[in-house]
Nanobody
Framework: VQLQASGGGLVQVGGSLRLSCVAS????????MAWFRQAPGNEHDFVAA????????FYTDAVGGRFTISRDDAKNTVYLQMDALKPDDTAVYYC????????????????????WGQGTQVTVSS
């Protein structure tokens, strides 16, 4: 599967952005999907994940209540709605997919994912 992320940009504190990740090559329904982010000098940090059927989602404590992950398998797209943005949310955001037929490791670890998008920059100004 190939992933293409978009939707990043510059926003003021308290603002909102919606990131999109479009999959091609295989149906999105075959994958558990996630968003990670990487700030300068940091590793890829887990942000959110959603199970293949959309029935459960998971968030890091830092974004709980402010971010919402969702998926539209008919459009082969996963979204990350980001509200009440803070300067600490500034990072490059990556979508990632892991094949439900060969799950390994923890969904919170970037090493558990099979495919990655190219990243989209989110900058929150104060």
């Amino acid at each position: 599967v190939q992933l293409q992320a978009s939707g990043g940009g510059l926003v003021q504190v308290g603002g909102s952005l919606r990131l999109s990740c479009v999959a091609s090559g295989r149906p999105l329904s075959s994958y558990e999907m996630a968003w990670f982010r990487q700030a300068p000098g940091n590793e890829h940090d887990f942000v959110a994940a959603i199970k293949w059927n959309g029935e459960m989602s998971f968030y890091t404590d830092a974004v709980g209540g402010r971010f919402t992950i969702s998926r539209d398998d008919a459009k082969n797209t996963v979204y990350l709605q980001m509200d009440a943005l803070k300067p600490d949310d500034t990072a490059v955001y990556y979508c990632a997919a892991r094949d439900t037929d060969s799950l390994r490791g923890s969904r919170y670890s970037p090493q558990s994912y099979d495919a990655w998008g190219q990243g989209t920059q989110v900058t929150v100004s104060s």
